[in-house]
């Protein structure tokens, strides 16, 4: 052997099983495969699909819900969706007046008033519907008209007046409501 060479070092297997923490470590264990799983980022998008579909279904079929629990109303109101499909949601028919008219020998039912949102929102008006009941609430004639705005901002109004020029005889009673589309 050469005197200038190194000399051999013993070496040793490297450690192959986990030692234990000396005493008084307060370090956890982590194994070496710590890595983010795959299958947790899943379960989270799995979570917030499942959350987006619930809070969907809760607000297109917002009618039904408050069908089968009332006070749920209260709640789509300060989200601002207490409409529930209803026509006429958020308006009101106000200073409501009909009169018979003679007209040449025949007789014309005037009627008029005037629409008025009260809510906080934009909302569409639908027509106007008239129905004219005789005695017993018999339906004698149904009518309905466009009362000229389509949109009401709130607080905002629309006046209408319509003439019928047949009017049914024996009419007793005047119903005056926002027509179902």
């Known amino acids: 052997m050469d005197a200038n060479a190194p000399a051999p070092i013993a070496m040793t ?5 986990p030692q234990p923490l000396p005493e008084g470590s307060n370090l956890p264990a982590m194994p070496d495969d710590v890595a983010p799983r795959r299958s947790s980022a899943i379960g989270w998008l799995v979570l917030l699909l499942v959350v987006i ?5 809760l607000l297109l079929a917002r009618k039904d819900v408050v069908s089968l ?6 709640l789509y109101g300060l989200i601002g969706l207490d409409d529930f499909g209803r026509t006429g949601a958020g308006l009101e028919i106000r200073e409501v007046a009909s ?5 040449g020998g025949s007789t014309a039912l005037v009627v008029q008033g005037t629409i008025v949102n009260v809510s906080t929102r934009p909302r569409p008006v639908p027509n106007v519907q008239v129905v004219a009941r005789g005695a017993g609430g018999v ?3 149904s009518w309905s008209f466009a009362p000229g705005a389509p949109i009401l901002l709130p607080g905002d109004s629309v006046p209408f007046r319509r003439e019928l020029a047949d009017a049914p005889d ?7 409501t926002l027509a179902d589309e």
């Open 13 to 17: 297997p490297p450690v192959t099983t």
């Open 53 to 57: 579909g619930v809070i969907g279904g």
């Open 69 to 74: 629990w009332p006070p749920a109303a209260r």
């Open 99 to 103: 009169q018979r008219l003679e007209q």
């Open 139 to 141: 339906v004698l004639k």
């Open 170 to 176: 024996g009419a007793t009673e005047l119903g005056i």
